[in-house]
């Protein structure tokens, strides 16, 4: 509900921003795209409309994969914070339209003046929209740490600590045990759904503001914009990716095994069956404990869409270079005849 109340809270702002500005606000924030041999354009306000529309669909999934997490949760735990920073933001959005107002022509001032008040809102809306982004991802990593710390403990604690009794009671310890080390290493691996989805709306989004009349809107900071941002998303994957492999991963996958080597000499003695059964799995768990296995488990569902909208960004950047506009074959020589 928030979140929606937010977002029509946006649209109805800019909407009312641009009929405020009227054809101040045309002539400079507009879409362009060619018709046939023609040149048109329209209102930017479609264009911020659905930039604002795509980040607020981005906040509900982010929202949705969260466990432990919610944007409510957010704002009724940290109230004073929130509250803090939307002043603070607020403060900032508001001085600088003022100023950009009051520097216009002077014919131009007042009506841009009340133009950005109206605008800060969709302004401030769109910082907390990401700004909500950065803070479900951080909490939920924590989190993800607190849940997981449980489920090794009780993975490692489901492992005999003394002498376990007949062989079939020892392998039936290893055996449940080693269930609940796979469901840990599922919901590790789970931690890093919410990341890739972040990943994959920065490249969505970047496509669109290349591949469309979208571009128009940030002039020539549209190539920056995309860089930064595909930056920032791939600072997001790497530093929960490690936080995950480091905190969550490996070093919990390195406690069991050590548990299982305390158990050797046991193990020694069991029947062929079921020694064989626990070699496989510590094994296995020996392999799943490399960075290769982490990263390979990690790369599904929304790792491959982010995967494949990385690469289709990556083709379009080509595509989209200043030097590929022209072929050097079509450019005369200086001095030609």
């Known amino acids: 509900m928030i979140l929606l109340i937010a977002w029509l809270a946006a649209i109805v702002t800019v909407v009312l921003a641009y009929i405020i500005a009227g054809p101040i606000w045309v002539k400079r924030h507009s879409l362009w795209f060619n018709v046939g041999k023609q040149r048109r354009r329209v209102s930017g306000m479609y264009g911020e409309i659905a930039i604002v529309s795509f980040a607020a669909g981005m906040v509900w999934l982010i929202d949705s994969a969260g466990k432990d997490v919610s944007l409510g949760g957010l704002m009724a735990d940290h109230p004073a914070f929130t509250l803090g920073a939307a002043i603070v933001v607020g403060l900032v959005v508001y001085v600088h339209g003022i100023r950009t107002a009051f520097a216009a022509e002077p014919d131009e001032r007042w009506r841009l003046f009340f133009t950005y008040l109206v605008y800060g809102i969709y302004s401030l809306t769109v910082f907390a929209i990401g700004a909500v982004v950065v803070a479900l991802l951080v909490t939920q990593a924590i989190s993800d740490t607190q849940t997981l710390s449980g489920l090794a403990d009780k993975a490692i604690g489901g492992l005999p600590a003394g002498i376990a009794g007949s062989d079939a009671d020892l392998i039936r310890s290893i055996e449940f045990s080693y269930v609940d080390m796979q469901s840990l290493l599922s919901e590790a691996e789970d931690t890093m759904t919410p990341v ?25 900071n549209a190539v920056l914009l995309t860089m930064i941002s595909t930056l920032i998303g791939l600072l997001a994957v790497v530093a929960v990716g490690t936080w995950t492999y480091v905190g969550n991963y490996s070093a919990v996958i390195s406690q069991y095994v050590d548990a299982l080597e305390d158990l050797r000499g046991q193990a020694e003695t069991m029947r062929p069956f079921y020694v064989m059964r626990y070699s496989e799995i510590l094994v296995e768990m020996l392999d799943q404990k490399s960075l290769l ?45």
């Not at 709306?201 to 128009?216: H, Q």
């Open 196 to 220: 890739f989805m972040f990943m994959a709306g920065i490249f969505a989004i970047n496509l669109s503001i290349r591949l469309t009349p979208l571009r128009s809107l940030f002039i020539n």
């Open 293 to 337: 296995s982490f990263v390979s488990r990690i790369s599904s569902q929304w790792g491959g869409v982010a995967a494949g909208l990385g690469l289709a960004q990556w083709i379009a950047q080509q595509f989209n270079r200043p030097e590929a506009e022209e072929s050097p074959g079509e450019i005369a020589p200086a001095g030609g005849h």
